[in-house]
């Protein structure tokens, strides 16, 4: 079991910045692999926007690519998203991801946040 606590998001203009973090506490049986964030708009799919893994590989979303920057510190189990350039189109519900295996269930497991809302509107 993974407990998320997810802080940043907020209303912003288009062009604007936001930083979202997100702190995990897992318990002692789980192992992260790695964390990271997806969004979901009104109407349409979750999709990733960004996920780090432990060696510091990453993955981004195609919009966001350039725009937006994961950042992890693994000393706390806390993982950022640094969002440049902000777009109406970047406007979801934005949700912290954190993934790795249960020594208790053997298995990888995901686990997600509450989620927080980003509004990019002038």
């Known amino acids: 079991q993974v407990d998320l606590a997810e802080s940043g998001g907020g209303l912003v203009q288009p062009g604007g910045s936001l930083k979202l973090s997100c702190a995990a506490s897992?318990?002692?049986?789980?192992?992260?692999?790695?964390m990271g964030w997806y969004r979901q708009a009104p109407g349409k799919e979750r999709e990733l926007v960004a996920f780090?893994?432990?060696?510091?590989?990453?993955n981004y979303g195609d919009s966001v690519k350039g725009r937006f920057t994961i950042s992890r510190d693994n000393a706390k189990n806390t993982v950022y998203l640094q969002m440049n350039s902000l777009k109406p189109e970047d406007t979801a519900v934005y949700f912290c991801?954190?993934?790795?295996?249960?020594?208790?269930?053997?298995?990888?497991?995901?686990?997600w946040g509450r989620g927080t809302q980003v509004t990019v509107s002038s």
């Open positions: 780090m893994s432990n060696s510091g590989a990453t």
């Open positions: 897992p318990e002692s049986d789980f192992n992260i692999n790695g």
């Open positions: 991801n954190c993934r790795g295996f249960s020594m208790s269930y053997e298995g990888l497991y995901d686990f």
